[in-house]
Each structure stands twice: as structure tokens, then as C-alpha cells.
């Protein structure tokens, strides 16, 4: 059984930066795409930034240049460095592993950018 926690969110101010951790409990971490997606008061979940096994990267157009998300399969972790924060961050940010049919999500950890 796959658990992922998060870690790292906190209240920053614009311009600022975080990094966000997602560790992955359960087997065969190299195979699963993992991502972080966030979600905003009154707004729905979206994708922010994907890594795959052999470290293919997409990111939104809104964090592209930003962010940058990372994995390192020895220590079955993946991070979002997140750069020059803009208030329009402001979210609950989730980690997600997927594989086959095997979808997991974390609990999530609040980004507050604000001054």
C-alpha cells in the first residue's frame, strides 16, 4: 500500500521561497509518475509540476520557470523547490504517485504567500 506525506508549507512572502518534501511509503517508487497538484479555497485541484522514472518534467504554465520539481529514488522522495512566490500560490499543495492502477495522494500542506 502506497502512503505519501508532505511536509514543508508555511506562510512566505512574496517574492520568497519553499520547499516542499514528499515521501513515499510502499514499494517500487521507481515506477510511479509522481506530482504535485494544489488546490486553492473555491477553486479546483490542478496540476503544478509531474517527474516520471527517468525524470521526464512537465509544469503548469502559471509555475513554469519557478518551480522545479525533483525525485531521488534512494530515498523514495520528491521535492517542489518553489521559487519567487506570487500570492496567487496561495494553496493546499498535494502530492500524488501513479502507476498502473494505483493512484495515491497525500494529506497536503498549506502555502500561504502573503505579506
Known amino acids: 500500500q502506497v502512503q505519501l506525506v508532505e511536509s514543508g508549507g508555511g506562510l512566505v512572502q512574496p517574492g520568497g521561497s519553499l520547499r516542499l518534501s514528499c515521501v513515499f511509503s510502499g514499494g517500487g517508487f521507481g515506477f510511479y509518475n509522481m506530482g504535485w497538484f494544489r488546490q486553492a479555497p473555491g477553486k479546483q485541484r490542478e496540476l503544478v509540476a509531474t517527474?516520471?522514472?527517468?525524470?521526464?518534467?512537465t509544469y503548469s504554465d502559471s509555475v513554469r520557470g519557478r518551480f522545479t520539481i525533483t525525485r531521488d529514488n534512494a530515498k523514495k522522495t520528491v521535492f517542489l523547490q518553489m521559487n519567487n512566490l506570487k500570492p496567487e500560490d496561495t494553496a493546499v499543495y498535494y502530492c500524488n504517485a501513479h502507476w498502473q492502477n494505483i493512484d495515491a495522494w497525500g494529506q497536503g500542506t498549506q502555502v500561504t504567500v502573503s505579506s
Open positions: 517527474i516520471n522514472g527517468i525524470s521526464s518534467l
